[in-house]
């Protein structure tokens, strides 16, 4: 037990290198996944047949096939269709492919995460506002933004958690998060110490997930909070 614990004291340092990478990853996704996610929504619900027909098309491609193609299609496709029209893409870092890919994937998730949260609303609610002499962002402020964020946050925070799993995929195009460095920490040393690198890897995902799942506590409490004081989701 000694023994192990200074292996994992050893190699903790050249692990922690790798949580900027995996914050990089996981942060910059999520928020152009939130924007992104609330356009297919719209698409998807969307009168015009055109628009949610794409959007259906996109949501059910990317939930369908492993983020591993998807990283490998856009990691490879991207330069092809650039040198093709006489761009030059190779001085990009292989960061921007992770998080181009973690993206859209993370969006077609939120997006249905969205609608769900969305068709959960009463629509009396909007009605009775409407009727109230609401504007549509009044109604959209008041009654569906309160309502459908308490509904979508346990979900999102779910996706994001898992999301932050699932960075260690970029180590495929080079690109090193926590596990992707344990395990290349590991190689390099022969396999010496690869079990304490796993179990210190997965105990740092752990804590970062416990932590996201603080702060999405934090939001849904302040919301619900909100909204008994303010009747933001009634009226």
Excluded at 62 to 70: N, Y
Excluded at 102 to 130: K, L, P, T, V, W
Excluded at 220 to 227: K, T, V
């Amino acid at each position: 037990m000694l023994k192990s614990l200074k292996i994992m004291q050893q190699y903790f340092p050249a692990l922690m290198s790798a949580l900027p990478a995996t914050m990089q990853l996981l942060i910059i996704s999520v928020v152009i996944a939130l924007f992104l996610g609330l356009l297919l929504a719209w698409a998807r619900l969307s009168k015009n047949r055109a628009a949610s027909l794409i959007s259906y098309v996109i949501i059910s491609f990317m939930r369908g096939t492993p983020m591993m193609v998807q990283l490998l299609l856009i990691f490879i496709l991207i330069p092809l269709i650039a040198y093709s029209n006489g761009i030059d893409t190779s001085s990009l870092s292989p960061s921007v492919y992770a998080i181009i890919s973690f993206s859209i994937n993370e969006a077609c998730f939120f997006a249905e995460i969205f609608r769900s949260a969305y068709q959960s609303i009463d629509s009396g609610q909007m009605e009775a506002a409407s009727s109230l002499g609401m504007g549509r962002m009044q109604i959209f402020r008041r009654v569906i933004l309160p309502q459908g964020a308490i509904a979508a946050l346990p979900n999102t925070s779910n996706m994001i958690i898992e999301l932050m799993k699932n960075t260690s995929i970029a180590s495929v195009i080079g690109v090193y998060d926590i596990l992707g460095k344990a395990a290349q920490l590991g190689k390099n040393n022969y396999g010496r110490g690869q079990l304490e690198l796993y179990i210190e890897a997965g105990i740092m995902f752990w804590i970062l997930g416990l932590i996201i799942l603080f702060i999405s506590n934090l939001i849904q409490e302040r919301i619900s909070r909100c909204d008994r004081k303010g009747g933001l989701a009634h009226v």
